[in-house]
């Protein structure tokens, strides 16, 4: 079965300092990959898109970019982290097709202090 | 511009009780609607998906409607559990390609079960 992996759980990070988070996904093989962050009492925003290997879009201008180095890996990061950066980032992937469910990993929760 | 809302923000109910939620979209194009739920500090997990031609859609004690013609739709719980507490989050797909790369997230309704 597929199962998708995220970490850290919690994360405090001081502003100006640098961001890695990290999603793997096991059992299925060229998935979609998604990082979406989730701010109190917001719907979800996508950040990033994933249709392959070192294909990124990118949906929202920001201080955040995204690399996919292997089929299953896809990493979140930051140069310097902003106060508003803090949030719940979740990690997702599909099988691609139109009708395929997003599954979501546990999720991050970032402070920014 | 693609919006999806949701009613109530809130709600709270006694165990054993149903319960309906609405959504209500105005997405274009629309290609499906997704119901998800999730638990406080976890990742959604998917509970339906419904195309255009799809009126009703199941999943145990969960029940999805679509209007499209009026762009609403209501995930019905029924014989609610204390497990049910979650955050419920509709979400419309505005695309035909594959990448998912434009659902639009309602903001969910937050329900607690009381015993």
């Known amino acids: 079965s597929q199962t998708i992996h995220q970490w850290p759980a919690t994360l405090v990070q001081p502003v100006g300092s640098p961001l890695s988070l990290e999603c793997t996904v096991e059992?299925?093989?060229?998935?979609?990959l998604y990082w979406y962050r989730q701010a109190a009492g917001r719907g979800l925003q996508l950040l990033f898109y994933s249709v392959g290997i070192g294909q990124i879009s990118s949906e929202v201008p920001q201080n955040l970019s995204a690399s996919r180095p292997q089929d299953r890996q896809f990493i979140l990061s930051s140069k310097k982290l902003l106060l508003s950066d803090s949030g719940f980032y979740l990690c997702?992937?599909?099988?691609?097709?139109?009708?395929?469910?997003?599954?979501f990993g546990n999720g991050t929760r970032l402070t920014v202090t | 511009k693609n919006q999806v809302e949701q009613s109530p923000q809130s709600l709270i109910i006694l165990e054993g009780k149903n319960c309906t939620l609405q959504?209500?979209?105005?997405?274009?194009?629309?290609?499906?609607l997704r119901w998800y739920k999730q638990d406080t500090g976890r990742g959604p997990v998917s509970l339906t998906i419904?195309?255009?031609?799809?009126n009703t859609k199941s999943n145990g004690r969960y029940t999805a409607t679509l209007d499209a013609d009026t762009k609403q739709s209501s995930l019905h719980i029924t014989a609610s559990q204390l497990s049910d507490s979650a955050s419920y989050i509709c979400v419309v797909s505005a695309e035909y390609g594959g990448s998912q790369g434009n659902l639009i997230f309602g903001k969910g309704t937050k329900l607690s079960v009381k015993p």
């Open positions: 059992g299925t093989s060229n998935p979609n």
């Open positions: 997702a992937w599909s099988s691609g097709g139109i009708y395929s469910p997003l599954h």
């Open positions: 419904m195309t255009f031609s799809e």
């Open positions: 959504c209500n979209y105005t997405v274009s194009p629309f290609s499906n």
